[in-house]
């Protein structure tokens, strides 16, 4: 069954420094979200992607964060100066996009916990 | 405001007995209510949405639209169903973002 793929798993950065993580949705599916879980709390959306643009932010998604997809298959999700309240697990999830039916389902990646020092 | 909400944390229940997890929502309309699941160490993976009305594993949950709960059920327990549980919801309609509960812990004991 296809899957949607994070890479790192772990990302350790030093405050201050920007960080991209990275994501491969599902191929055939052409909506892209992030989301994000701090410790011992809910998890919580940031963004969704369609047809090259953001569809939708949350208030966490401020000017410090960016996403992009830089070719067909990824899709990245930069944060310019990392601060230490961004130290969270980051699940990037995929779907397709067939009105006619919908709502569709969104798969998840396994996430990416980063830890910021 | 959209929310979710999940009142347990951690719910332990004994092999065989009955299983319900509880959630309740708040949304201005008519939405899509979920259950995902995430067992030890693999993804969050979707268990069952309210549209499709299906049996997952042994599990259901059907909408409560005077109590808006969607509440999770399952008539005897199995090990295997140790996992964390959220209760999400979205819009009907364009793949909307999720708003998630806390979620709840269920342990399953042998």
């Known amino acids: 069954e296809p899957e949607v793929t994070q890479t790192p798993s772990h990302q350790v950065t030093q405050m201050g420094q920007e960080v991209i993580l990275r994501c491969v949705p599902i191929?055939?599916?052409?909506?892209f979200y992030w989301y994000r879980q701090i410790l011992g709390q809910k998890v919580e959306f940031l963004v969704s992607?369609?047809?090259?643009?953001?569809?939708?932010k949350s208030e966490i998604f401020d000017d410090q964060f960016s996403v992009e997809r830089p070719d067909g298959s990824n899709f990245t999700l930069k944060i310019r100066s990392t601060k230490l309240e961004d130290s969270a697990m980051y699940f990037c999830a995929s779907s397709e996009a067939l009105r006619d039916r919908g709502n569709q389902p969104q798969h998840f990646g396994d996430g990416t916990r980063l830890s910021i020092l | 405001a959209q929310r979710v909400t999940q009142p347990e944390k951690l719910l332990s229940v004994f092999i065989g007995a009955p299983v319900e997890l509880k959630c309740n929502y708040s949304?201005?309309?008519?939405?899509?209510l979920f259950w995902y699941v995430q067992y030890s160490r693999q993804r969050l993976q979707l268990l069952l949405r309210?549209?499709s009305r299906e049996s997952i594993k042994g599990f259901t949950a059907d909408i409560n639209k005077g109590e808006t709960s969607f509440h999770l059920k399952k008539p005897f327990a199995q090990e295997e169903d140790s996992a964390m549980y959220y209760c999400a919801l979205s819009g009907l309609w364009g793949n909307e973002k999720l708003t998630f509960g806390t979620g709840t812990r269920l342990t399953i004991i042998p």
């Open positions: 949304y201005s309309g008519s939405p899509e």
């Open positions: 309210h549209i």
């Open positions: 992607f369609y047809n090259n643009e953001i569809s939708e």
């Open positions: 191929s055939n599916h052409l909506y």
